[in-house]
């Protein structure tokens, strides 16, 4: 079936450091890619989303990169900052009739001042 | 406030109990969505709703039965549930189910079985 692969499961970085965290997914007909924080006790908020139909994507210190043909996508957080501490969460949609999102495991990211 | 709100926030219920958790969305969407966050494993999706018509369930059991009376008002009703069904559960909503369209969580409701 449809799967989603996240690493790191944790990631402890200093504060201004960059943090990476990649997926894996198994559907080639996956056409969106969301990238989900989720605060301790706080619900999932869509952070930055890509589509199939480009490389990468920017806003501020977060980006997003898309590799197709090996079906994994990465979060990069530059200029790490401690608000920036929660969990993340990937996931892929192939779209159509039920926007059926499979999520990552999550990544725990803690950034140390 | 993302205007999806989700109550109660917490329950603790017993096997034998039936209960019911209620999600409500603000946001003129037209689709809802049931997960389940379990420690240590993936959002797992319970149930689609676009339109008001159930469009996927992805192999839940009986005991969670979902209703949505209309696309701004999401329920799942539980009863003799087991302990392994501890989790947070969160309704989402977006503006259909159909393309890649974003997905509005609420705050989730925090169930224990005992």
């Known amino acids: 079936g449809e799967n989603v692969e996240q690493h790191p499961s944790t990631l402890s970085v200093q504060e201004g450091d960059s943090a990476v965290i990649k997926c894996t997914y198994s559907d080639s007909a996956s056409n969106y890619f969301p990238w989900y924080k989720q605060e301790l006790g706080k619900r999932p908020q869509l952070i930055i989303d890509i589509r199939s139909n480009v490389g990468e994507k920017k806003d501020q210190r977060i980006a997003v990169t898309l590799n197709k043909t090996a079906k994994h996508f990465s979060l990069h957080i530059t200029e790490t900052q401690p608000e920036d501490s929660a969990v993340y969460f990937c996931?892929?949609?192939?779209?159509?009739?039920?926007?059926?999102?499979?999520f990552g495991t999550g990544t725990l990211l803690a950034v140390q001042p | 406030e993302t205007g999806v709100t989700q109550t109660p926030r917490h329950l603790v219920m017993g096997m034998t109990n039936k209960k019911s958790l209620k999600c409500e969305q603000h946001l003129g969407h037209n689709a809802m969505y049931w997960y389940k966050q379990s420690a240590k494993k993936p959002l797992e999706l319970m149930f689609v709703y676009n339109f008001k018509e159930q469009t996927e369930n992805n192999s839940v059991p009986s005991r969670f039965s979902p209703e949505c009376p209309n696309s701004s008002h999401l329920f799942l009703h539980l009863h003799t549930l087991q302990p392994e069904d501890s989790a947070l559960y969160l309704c989402a909503s977006s503006q259909d189910s159909g393309g890649s369209s974003v997905a509005f969580f609420g705050q989730g409701t925090r169930l224990t079985v005992v």
């Open positions: 996931a892929a949609s192939r779209g159509g009739a039920t926007n059926k999102l499979i």
